[in-house]
């Protein structure tokens, strides 16, 4: 059974920062190209950063640009997103995703609130 769990997610105020992290299960992450997405209140769910199994160049919303930054360990099968300068418009249900062919895998997500 395939399972992608994030967490790190909280309350922090503006200029903070913080570590998601999605520990992978019942599939080779190594295997599958990662991303995170988020969604907002009434919004769409948006990807935010993605990082491809060789994991060179890792892809960036321009909105996180120079902020963020998406990292793999193999070894733990685990994704992380770092989140700096956090920003109150980056409030949101933040998501993992594992993708692969026709193969396409959500965590639960894992609430950020940035607020003062």
């Known amino acids: 059974q395939v399972q992608l769990v994030e967490s790190g997610g909280g309350l922090m105020q503006p200029g903070g920062s913080l570590r998601l992290s999605c520990a992978a299960s019942?599939?080779?992450?190594?295997?599958?190209?990662m991303s995170w997405y988020r969604q907002a209140p009434g919004k769409e769910r948006d990807l935010v950063a993605k990082?491809?199994?060789?994991?060179?160049?890792?892809i960036y919303a321009d909105s996180v640009k120079g902020r963020f930054t998406i990292s793999r360990d193999n070894a733990k099968n685990t994704v992380y997103l770092q989140m700096n300068s956090l920003k109150v418009e980056d409030t949101a249900v933040y998501y993992c995703?594992?993708?692969?062919?026709?193969?396409?895998?959500w965590g639960q997500g894992t609430q950020v609130t940035v607020s003062s």
């Open positions: 995703n594992a993708a692969r062919k026709i193969y396409n895998y």
């Open positions: 019942g599939l080779p992450a190594s295997a599958y190209t």
């Open positions: 990082i491809t199994q060789a994991a060179r160049s890792p």
